[in-house]
């Protein structure tokens, strides 16, 4: 693609109607694309839509349920019919449970791991085939830093980014020579709703909140970020320089964060026995 990459792709975007998934949307509108909001919350999504259009965009809402393979499968396949490709699957929606480990049930687990890691399974094994044959298109699949560094206080959240970013690095190499492109985005500290709408067991969520090491960065720019490094077609996709830093840490000596690790226990563990019981499970 020459000039702007964007423009005139038709681009599915799961987890579009808030968050990075929203502001990855009205920047592909921005830009051109043809965007499709998909999202659980229909009615959300058909704003957001509506909104890119007001702009000048093209955008419609898609309703999808990513933790259900049938409903993943419709949603891409309408996509297809409606407009004749699929240049740019975003595998973004996400959810998180955080707690002491002793806390989080397996409801927790599973809950996270359906929308997480299968909800991105489901939606790269939608879109791959059909860019197979196409022989062309984007996989971007959403992780975290989280999937590169160790995350005390979030197991779900960190095992399901570890695999996404396993999953995602390895169908790059088998997809290259299909024309099929695919990367991951390993945003850090975000300031997204996941923060307010993620499941927080047996802990203060606004005091553990509060103890987060790092700024959160903008949206838009997490999403400007993302598109930026999709059309260099960066194979994992780190931002900000925070998260760079910790990156870096973990690969070159691992040892280095082990301190952090340690003191993020300690704060999690000065705001236990304040928030929602451990029996609590996720909505």
Known sequence: ????????????????????????????????????????????????????????????????????????????GDAVARHGRLDYMFNNAGVAASGDARDLTLEHWRHVVDVNLWGVIYGTLAAYPVMVRQQGGHVVNTASVTGLVPFPGGLPYAATKHAIVGLSTSLRAEAAELGVKVSVACPGFVESNIYQAGVVVNVSREAWNEKLFFKKMDVAKAAGAILRGVARNRGIIVFPMHARLLWWAQRVHPRLLAPLGRKAVRLLREVRGQGEPPAASPP
Not at 41 to 64: L, Y
């Open 1 to 76: 693609m020459s000039g702007e990459p964007f423009r005139d792709r038709v681009a599915v975007v799961t987890g579009g109607a808030s968050g990075i998934g929203q502001a990855l949307c009205r920047e592909l509108g921005r830009r051109g694309a043809i965007v499709v909001v998909a999202d659980i919350q229909h009615e959300a999504a058909e704003q957001v839509a509506a909104e890119i259009e007001r702009s000048g965009g093209r955008a419609a809402a898609a309703h999808v349920d990513v933790s259900r393979q049938e409903s993943v499968d419709s949603m891409v």
